[in-house]
């Protein structure tokens, strides 16, 4: 009796296991479906983030769930005298779901806590030489993303990405890009995509548009996605993130085939927005 008893349990402890993640996404649409931000959580995100005034209330709504979800599952940390404040977290909440509005939750697998910083701070940075001698430097850094799942952002160039909206920058949209792109446990500039086609289809046309941009800075050709892109894929992916969001019809404009790539990655389009 007892024997079948622990093989039932033994049972049970291994479906949980096994189905702990659809268990989980279940607990969460419990949760947090139909849930909505305050009036003062609204009224802070019509404040200083255009994108979220913009957007329609079905995009708002999924985009709130988002962010209760973010709230409650990733840590905050100050650094550098930064005292963290529910706006402060709020703020950059939004920022990070809008790249992942219509993604299904877990929304970041493996992110796991944001440092924020007052303001732009200074890193240590090891680099090689010739020799193999490694020596350190101090460099200024306004944000990173850490493989591991830690993030680390200045708050001043947080609002600063929202205040321009189509600037093309946005430091938060940034550094998430990169979260998105290493969740494949590299940093390569290709994030995990849904079919084999789109693979396929990545391939080309974003590696033809990263070798076009450093070709149009070469020759001091014009060109929307902003130079940093060309340090490598990675950064091109999250660059181009930025300019997708923020500057859509432009780079639309000057490269319909990497526009749609995008659209069919992010699964929105940010032209509604503008
Ligand atoms: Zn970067």
Redesign the pocket.
């Known amino acids: 009796m007892i024997n079948i008893f622990l093989i039932l349990v033994l049972i049970a402890v291994v479906i949980t296991y096994w189905q702990w993640n659809k268990i989980k996404i279940h607990f969460w649409q419990k949760k947090y479906i139909g849930l909505t931000l305050t009036k003062s959580q609204k009224k802070l995100l019509l404040k200083v983030m255009p994108i979220y005034k913009n957007m329609t209330n079905q995009d708002r709504v999924k985009l709130e769930q988002h962010i209760l979800w973010f709230l409650d599952n990733i840590s905050f940390l100050g650094r550098g005298d930064l005292k963290v404040n529910p706006g402060m977290r709020l703020v950059v909440a939004a920022n990070a779901c809008l790249l992942v509005l219509n993604k299904p939750w877990p929304i970041y697998k493996n992110v796991k806590q944001v440092l924020l910083y007052p303001s732009a701070y200074y890193a240590k940075e090891n680099k090689k030489d010739g020799a193999g001698l490694v020596s350190f430097h101090n460099v200024v850094r306004q944000g990173e ?1 850490w493989p591991g799942g830690t993030l680390v952002l200045s708050w001043h160039d947080v609002l600063a990405g929202n205040r321009l909206p189509e600037d093309g920058h946005n430091l938060v949209f ?2 998430f890009a ?1 979260q998105l792109d290493q969740q494949t446990g590299f940093t390569s500039g290709t994030p995990q995509l849904k079919t084999q086609k789109l693979y396929k289809q990545w391939a080309q046309v974003f590696n033809r548009a990263f070798n076009q941009l450093k070709t149009h800075l070469a020759y001091g050709i014009p060109n929307v996605i902003h130079r940093y892109g060309a340090t490598n894929e ?2 091109f992916f ?1 660059v181009l993130t930025e300019t997708f969001i923020e500057k859509p019809a432009q780079l639309q404009h000057q490269d319909p085939e990497l526009y749609q790539l995008m659209l069919d990655y992010y699964e929105f389009d940010p032209r509604q927005w503008v």
Do not use: I, Y
């Open positions: 993303s940034h550094e990169h990675a950064e999250a």
